[in-house]
Structure formats: structure tokens, C-alpha cells
């Protein structure tokens, strides 16, 4: 079975542009988490979602959103890019949003912005 | 909330040393404990995970972590390490009904020498 594929694996972008990052949990698992990564603030988590619909969110402006399609594939979106974005963004699958339930990482999007 | 604390930025052992990585969690509620690997350019991969039951959790590649709950401690432990045991270890907690909302320490790089 494959694993949680993210794309693209690594990203250049510049200060005020947008980025849009995606990812694909494995075949049958429906929940998608999205975490960032950081040498300052290490890993935080940004958002879930199941079933279409955002269940949690982390302490993240505005600029950081997301979305989750009908084939549980998820996309997350950062406008108006700043340097502090650039991080490694990791996406973790699981069968439903259960907290006992083990996540999946993928193997992340390095992003750099300048 | 909860936060997690892993004292130990760095530990350098041994090849075929024992090891012992530090978490320490605060959380008001109880938790579900996870410690999680990370590759160098990779995602995170689970090691091991407490839910309930039996505080000796046994997970891959050797690893064993202990949950005592009057210390609010969830340490790692290998009794041998071998050179591919170098990586980035994190200790993360996630409180039931939290959904997949991971909450991580800051992470211990173990380096493992000849």
C-alpha cells in the first residue's frame, strides 16, 4: 500500500506570493492533518480535516488555509508569503479522526521563501 | 493545553550503548503519549504509542518507553543502539477527544558513533 505522498517535495517561492501544497493520504484513510516544521518553533499543528470539513485548526493566521476533496486528497494553501514561512510542511493521514488512531507522515514539502 | 518537554536537544552515544531520551508532559486532562522518528528528509514515523493498560510500552526497532504518571514522564529507552538509531526523536501527547491534534516536544537528536 503506498504511503502519504505530498507534492511538490521541495518549493522556492517569494516574500507576498501564494503557495498551494498538496497531499494525498493513503488509499482509505479519509482524516488529513497538516503540520509545520520549523528550527524555531519546531512541529506545529495547523489544521484537520475529515470528510470535507475542518475539525481542528491550530493558532495560524489567516493566510494559512486548507481544503480536503471528496477523494480525501488535501491541499493547503499560504498567501502572501512571508520569510517565517518557510518551513517543512508535513501532511499525516489516518483511517477517521480518532485520537488513538496512528498517523501517517508524509515525507513533507520543503518550502523556502525569500 | 497540553505542551511537552524534551530537555535534551542533543544525545551522543555509543554504538551499543543504552540510551535514554527524556519527555516530560504537562496537560490539565489525561493524554495519549506517542514518540515519533524522524530521518534525516523524511517524514515522522511512529515508534511507539500509550493509550492505556500496561505503562511498558514496547515499540519497533527495540525501543521501549515507560509511562509514569505521578512524574507526568514518557521516556524512550533502547538498551543497544546501532548506528541507523541516528535520527530526530520527538515526544508528542494528544488528549482524548482531541481529535488527530498532535502536540510535540522539541525534539532529540540522537547521534549514535562508533
Known amino acids: 500500500k503506498a504511503g502519504v505522498t505530498q507534492t511538490p517535495r521541495y518549493l522556492i517561492k517569494t516574500r507576498g506570493q501564494q503557495v498551494t501544497l498538496s497531499c494525498s493520504p493513503i488509499s482509505g484513510h479519509r482524516s488529513v492533518s497538516w503540520y509545520q516544521q520549523t528550527p524555531g518553533q519546531g512541529l506545529q499543528f495547523l489544521f484537520e480535516y475529515f470528510s470535507e470539513t475542518q475539525r481542528n485548526k491550530g493558532n495560524f493566521p489567516g493566510r494559512f488555509s486548507g481544503r480536503q476533496f471528496s477523494n480525501s486528497r488535501s491541499e493547503m494553501n499560504v498567501s502572501t508569503l512571508e520569510l517565517g514561512d518557510s518551513a517543512l510542511y508535513l501532511c499525516a493521514s489516518s483511517l477517521v479522526p480518532n485520537d488513538q488512531e496512528t498517523q501517517y507522515f508524509g515525507p513533507g514539502t520543503r518550502l523556502l521563501v525569500l | 493545553a497540553q505542551s511537552v518537554t524534551q530537555l535534551d536537544s542533543q544525545v551522543p552515544v555509543f554504538e551499543e550503548a543504552p540510551v535514554e531520551l527524556r519527555c516530560n508532559y504537562s496537560?490539565?486532562?489525561?493524554?495519549?503519549l506517542f514518540w515519533y522518528v524522524q530521518y534525516p528528509n523524511q517524514g515522522l514515523q511512529l515508534l511507539l504509542k500509550?493509550?492505556?493498560?500496561?505503562?511498558l510500552v514496547k515499540g519497533i526497532n527495540g525501543f521501549e518507553a515507560e509511562f509514569n504518571k505521578s512524574q507526568t514522564s514518557f521516556h524512550l529507552r533502547k538498551p543497544s543502539v546501532h548506528i541507523s538509531d541516528t535520527a530526530e526523536y520527538f515526544c508528542?501527547?494528544?488528549?482524548?477527544?482531541?481529535?488527530?491534534?498532535?502536540?510535540f516536544g522539541t525534539g532529540t537528536q540522537l547521534k549514535v558513533e562508533l
Open positions: 496537560s490539565s486532562v489525561s493524554v495519549y
Open positions: 500509550y493509550l492505556s493498560g500496561s505503562t
Open positions: 508528542a501527547v494528544n488528549p482524548p477527544g482531541g481529535g488527530n491534534k498532535l502536540t
